[in-house]
């Protein structure tokens, strides 16, 4: 099939890479001329795992390719998919303006039956907007389908290749046969395509983001109690994970959802109740939780100090929102390095992958290091913001020699609780005894 997607962030073109993956001639658009220049050089522009062999395989084979002409690129496309960001406007609400000037545009540039897809996160009744203002400049036949993308960055390739499930939000028969050829090789181990109306379609995005991330709230607040309770967070998330009706993922507590799904899905689907007179009570105390969580670590700190940090210095290890993926949108991370910095400490920070996007953000109020060691030379303590793999099993004799004060804040858990005493740090995590 020949497909077009506009947008080629996260979604876009991990979805346009697997799509050609799949023997699909694929055109990713985008507005972003200089994103289009290094895609099109086989540059990719974001770090997922397992992204780049593909991509440059089907570059190779020219079943993908980048344009940042609309017109060029959706001329020939059976399917166009959105893929556009939908960032939260100032009340909470999902911001529809680059989906709909997208749709605004590709009325009179629609020449013969096509399928527009949406696979951005949208509130229910987008997809009727988008019919709308396609039909108003379209002389030919087309349709409109709500297609939520469930990827998770970090294992983006992976989740998209072999999905847990697709949901189809269509009335449309034609639409519907299409995409299920579509995606047929994806669902091959039996995994379901689940259709519905599409309102349905874009509440279960909603749904399934706040769900998971009611599960981190309830799980930190438990952490919480563990703390004033001397019970250990650990051993409670094990006695309950092992209940089936539970469930062992998203169980794990730390210092709070971030990335750009969660947060701002969260507070889409508030103010989406709310436009309909309906007070979505959980999800209220869901975020609230969070913003608590993420400078719960910072109290710590506080304490710790006895309220005088300025002048301190400390290690960061961990930018991204979470591992395996540069993404720093909303990141627990920085609203760390900002309230140090606020109080007049200075920071070194190491992460595999996120460095340049912090970079962008703090430019030179903050040291970057090479690596998990540069950055603790002369640290009043080591913080621990994301649970990168390689922050698992460090050298601690090497810790200890390089901290001035061998102390770690642990956001993430990593270290046994009796080996730091054995090593004599003084560790502070989550949750644990
Ligand atoms: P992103 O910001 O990484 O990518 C969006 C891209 O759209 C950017 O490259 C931007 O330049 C481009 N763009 C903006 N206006 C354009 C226009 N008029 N024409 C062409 N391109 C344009 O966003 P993302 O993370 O890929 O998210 C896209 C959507 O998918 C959002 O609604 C998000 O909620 C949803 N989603 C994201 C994830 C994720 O993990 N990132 C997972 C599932 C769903």
Not at 31 to 45: A, H, P, R, W
């Amino acid at each position: 099939m020949k497909i077009s997607i506009i947008g080629s962030g996260y979604v876009g073109l991990v979805s346009g890479t697997c799509f050609s993956e799949t023997g699909n001639y694929v055109k990713c658009i985008d507005i972003d001329i200089e994103k289009v220049k290094k895609l099109s050089n086989g540059e990719l522009t974001i770090f997922e795992p397992g992204l780049e062999k593909l991509f440059l395989k089907n570059i190779r084979e020219k079943r993908l390719k980048f344009t940042s002409n609309l017109e060029k690129g959706i001329s020939d496309a059976d399917i166009i998919f959105l893929a556009l960001p939908t960032p939260p406007g100032k009340d909470g609400h999902a911001d529809l303006k680059y989906i709909l000037k997208v749709a605004d545009q590709l009325g009179s540039l629609i020449k013969d039956y096509k399928i527009i897809v949406d696979k951005s996160t949208v509130p229910v009744g987008t997809a009727a907007k988008v019919r709308k203002l396609i039909a108003k400049n379209c002389k030919v036949d087309f349709d409109v389908v709500s297609n939520p993308e469930f990827l998770r960055e970090g294992a983006a390739v992976e989740d998209f290749m072999k999905p847990d499930r697709i949901v189809i939000g269509t009335e449309s028969e034609k639409a519907r046969k299409i995409l299920s050829e579509l995606y047929s090789p994806f669902v091959r181990q039996g995994n379901p395509i689940i259709y519905m109306d599409q309102n349905s379609a874009e509440l279960t995005k909603y749904a399934a983001n706040s769900f998971l991330a009611t599960k981190i709230s309830f799980m930190n607040e438990i952490a919480l109690l563990c703390e004033k309770l001397d019970a250990d967070v650990d051993l409670v998330r094990n006695g309950i994970g092992t209940d089936s009706r539970i469930g062992k993922r998203f169980l794990f507590p730390g210092i709070g959802y971030g990335g750009s799904c969660f947060p701002k899905d969260v507070k889409a689907l508030i103010k989406s109740a709310k436009e309909v007179e309906y007070d979505f009570k959980i999800l209220n105390a869901v975020e609230f939780v969070n913003e608590f969580q993420k400078i719960y670590i910072i109290d710590k700190i506080n304490k710790y100090f006895k309220k005088n940090i300025n002048g301190k210095h400390f290690a960061l290890w961990g930018l991204s929102f979470k591992p395996n993926t540069d993404d720093i949108r909303e990141a627990p991370s920085l609203v760390i390095i900002k309230k140090l910095l606020d109080a007049g400490a200075s920071v070194s920070v190491f992460d595999p992958e996120a460095i340049n996007n912090v970079r962008n953000v703090f430019g030179s109020k903050i040291n970057y290091s090479k690596n998990i060691y540069d950055c603790l030379i002369n640290a009043d303590g080591l913080i621990i913001a994301t649970e990168w793999n390689e922050f698992r099993n460090p050298d601690f004799n090497k810790i200890n020699k390089l901290l001035k004060k061998k102390l770690i804040f642990d956001g993430r858990n990593l270290f046994d609780t009796k080996k730091m005493k054995n090593l004599d740090i003084e560790y502070f995590s989550i949750g644990r005894k």
